[in-house]
T-cell receptor
Framework: AQSVTQLGSHVSVSEGALVLLRCNYS??????LFWYVQYPNQGLQLLLK??????LVKGINGFEAEFKKSETSFHLTKPSAHMSDAAEYFC?????????FGAGTRLTVKP | DTAVSQTPKYLVTQMGNDKSIKCEQN?????MYWYKQDSKKFLKIMFS???????INETVPNRFSPKSPDKAHLNLHINSLELGDSAVYFC??????????????FGPGTRLTVL
C-alpha cells in the first residue's frame, strides 16, 4: 500500500519568495510520485512527476521537486513565487493499482 | 478540444433523488476514474475502469454505480442522494492502469449539492 503526507495544509509566502511545499511518501514498491495543482473551480493538472529517472524533476511554471529516497520525501519548490501560483497543490503516489493523493496544501501569495 | 469533459458542471438536487454525471475523454486512454473531493479538498478515488472493466472499487456505498458504455465514457449514477454526497466529483483518465508513471488527466469537476 502507498500513501503520501503533505505537511502543512496552508502555506503563505510573499511574492518573489521561495516556495517550499512538503510531501513525504510511504510505499512498499518503488514509487512513482506526482505533484498536481488545482486552481480555484478547476480540475487538477500535472505539475511534474518522478518516474525513477533523474531524482531532480523539473515541471511547468518554474516548479521542481527532488526525490530523496533516504528521507522518503518529494518536496516541491519554486525559487520565486508569483501571484498566479496561488492554488491548491496535491502530492500523489502511484505504485500499486491506483494513485493516492495527499490532503493538499493551499498556497497563498502575498503582494 | 477539451480532453476530459464532464456534464453537468453544477448539479443541485433534493435528498432522495437519483442523478447521473457523465464523463467523456477524447485522449484515447484505456483507463478512467471517478474521484470525490470533499469540502476540505480531500481527494479520494471511488472507481477505476480499464477498457470498460471495473478495476478499482473503493469502499463506496452501493448507491453509487459507475457505467462504462465504451472506453471513452465513464458515467456515475447515484441513487437516493444524501446530504453527505455533496462534493465535487472529478473524472480522470490515463493511458494505462494507475500503478505506473502515467499522468492522470482530470475533468473540470461536477459540483453536486444535495439539499
Amino acid at each position: 500500500a502507498q500513501s503520501v503526507t503533505q505537511l502543512g495544509s496552508h502555506v503563505s509566502v510573499s511574492e518573489g519568495a521561495l516556495v517550499l511545499l512538503r510531501c513525504n511518501y510511504s510505499s512498499s514498491v518503488p514509487p512513482y510520485l506526482f505533484w498536481y495543482v488545482q486552481y480555484p473551480n478547476q480540475g487538477l493538472q500535472l505539475l511534474l512527476k518522478y518516474t525513477s529517472a533523474a531524482t531532480l524533476v523539473k515541471g511547468i511554471n518554474g516548479f521542481e521537486a527532488e526525490f530523496k529516497k533516504s528521507e522518503t520525501s518529494f518536496h516541491l519548490t519554486k525559487p520565486s513565487a508569483h501571484m498566479s501560483d496561488a492554488a491548491e497543490y496535491f502530492c500523489a503516489v502511484s505504485g500499486g493499482n491506483d494513485m493516492r493523493f495527499g490532503a493538499g496544501t493551499r498556497l497563498t501569495v502575498k503582494p | 478540444d477539451t480532453a476530459v469533459s464532464q456534464t453537468p458542471k453544477y448539479l443541485v438536487t433534493q435528498m432522495g433523488n437519483d442523478k447521473s454525471i457523465k464523463c467523456e475523454q477524447n485522449l484515447g486512454h484505456d483507463t478512467m476514474y471517478w474521484y470525490k473531493q470533499d469540502s476540505k479538498k480531500f481527494l479520494k478515488i471511488m472507481f477505476s475502469y480499464n477498457n470498460k472493466e471495473l478495476i478499482i472499487n473503493e469502499t463506496v456505498p452501493n448507491r453509487f454505480s459507475p457505467k462504462s458504455p465504451d472506453k471513452a465514457h465513464l458515467n456515475l449514477h447515484i441513487n437516493s442522494l444524501e446530504l453527505g454526497d455533496s462534493a465535487v466529483y472529478f473524472c480522470a483518465s490515463s493511458q494505462n492502469l494507475a500503478g505506473g508513471p502515467d499522468t492522470q488527466y482530470f475533468g473540470p469537476g461536477t459540483r453536486l449539492t444535495v439539499l
